[in-house]
């Protein structure tokens, strides 16, 4: 078990339960969490009941990342609460949400991050304990969460200068990202091609590792359908990436003859890493599902969509900001309207905004 550098506000050790493993209980029992089961993936509700949403991602992410973890003497729970609150601060429809908030701060000079809105969530927004605000997560949960995806330095943004900032994160932190992509790289292949996006042929083309694999699948499963096949090319995909992935962060950490987390912490670049192999087919499926799926003109259609709502109901609330509920309107006081405004719409659900929108502009 990882030593922690403890909480905000001291608690009392639990008789049975880890630190960490009281964190990742508290990020599940958080509303944060919950809202991840209407918050999309890729497609929207309503085209499948079958294609995951965010929350399911992230019960794929935590598998992968715990895999790795285990694999490598690393500590899980740590591992786990990390990845299970990995997306808490995605705001709703996914990407095309996040840069739509991320362009109207920007108008006012601020900016928009999903990771850094989950900080704000776990130390302030959630609201279960008498005793402090925020769910009052240890120290390496908070900075995981802040530099799962990249690091900083100091000065670079005041607000995380209590996280180390010039300092690497631990490797459990480091691996979240990663897991991220195998994660949703594979699963949204699997989703696309179960939508009708693209035809085996073309990710055979794109995809050498998945073209090798699929002959193999027809050798194999001579009597099996397309579907059948791409499922066993799509789970030993998943697999080989793993390992890969295992393997190329137990080579770095070899070559850089770190042993401990301090090391880690000091070595001057990250070391959770892909092999050569691994790295070059996680690059080519990414390619393929960004020209094949991401951007594709039913998806397109659909990201234009939901800026252009966020947009009109981010501008709705800035002009009235009396419509708001009365806990938002109280944080007028001390935080200007566009950061409440910002606040409240990135904490929303697909289907809630969707309410609030056409609640805002019934009869327009």
């Known amino acids: 078990m990882a030593q922690s550098r403890g909480r905000r506000y001291p608690e009392l050790p639990h008789s049975y339960r880890g630190e960490f493993q009281r964190d990742r209980d508290r990020i599940i029992h958080s509303r944060a969490f919950r809202r991840l089961e209407n918050k999309m993936q890729v497609f929207p509700a309503g085209i499948s009941d079958h294609f995951r949403n965010r929350l399911t991602h992230t019960i794929e992410v935590s598998q992968i990342a715990r895999t790795v973890a285990s694999v490598l003497g690393l500590d899980e729970d740590l591992t786990e ?31 928009f991050n999903h990771n ?30 802040v530099k799962h995806s990249r690091d900083f330095e100091k000065g670079e943004n005041p607000a995380l200068d209590d996280y180390l900032p010039g300092l690497r994160p631990p490797l ?35 995809v050498p590792e998945f073209d090798r694999r699929y002959e193999d699948a ?10 059948e096949r791409f499922q066993e090319v799509v789970r030993g995909l998943v697999d080989w990436l793993v390992s890969g992935f295992i393997q190329g962060t137990m080579d770095a950490a070899a070559q850089a003859g770190v042993a401990i987390a301090a090391e880690v912490r000091e070595y001057p670049r990250r070391l959770a890493s892909f092999t050569p192999a691994s790295e070059a087919t996680n690059r080519e499926l990414k390619q393929f599902l960004h020209h094949e799926v991401y951007y594709s003109e ?46 409240y719409i990135a904490g929303m659900t697909d289907g809630f ?5 056409q609640q805002a502009f019934a009869g327009s």
């Not at 809105?117 to 120290?139: C, D, K, P, Q």
């Open 81 to 111: 609460a990390l990845a299970l609150g990995h997306d808490i601060g995605h705001p709703p429809f996914a990407h095309a949400g996040e840069e739509e908030l991320d362009r109207q701060m920007r108008r006012v000079g601020e900016r």
């Open 116 to 145: 850094l809105h989950a900080l704000r969530i776990v130390e302030s927004f959630e609201h279960r304990y008498a005793r402090f605000r925020g769910l009052n997560l240890t120290f390496e949960v908070r900075e995981g969460i």
């Open 172 to 206: 459990e932190a480091q691996l979240i990202d990663l897991a991220d992509e195998i994660a949703y790289n594979t699963a949204d292949l699997d989703d696309a091609f179960s939508a009708g996006l693209f035809e085996t042929s073309g990710i055979r083309k794109a």
């Open 218 to 227: 027809e050798g194999q499963f001579p009597g099996a359908s397309e579907h």
């Open 298 to 343: 039913l998806m397109l259609e659909e990201r234009r969509r939901s800026s252009r709502m966020l947009a009109e109901l981010f501008e709705f609330y800035v002009a009235n900001p009396a419509k708001l509920p009365p806990n938002y309107v109280e944080s007028l006081d001390a935080s200007p309207v566009h950061r409440v405004v910002c606040d």
């Open 353 to 357: 905004f969707l309410r609030q929108y």
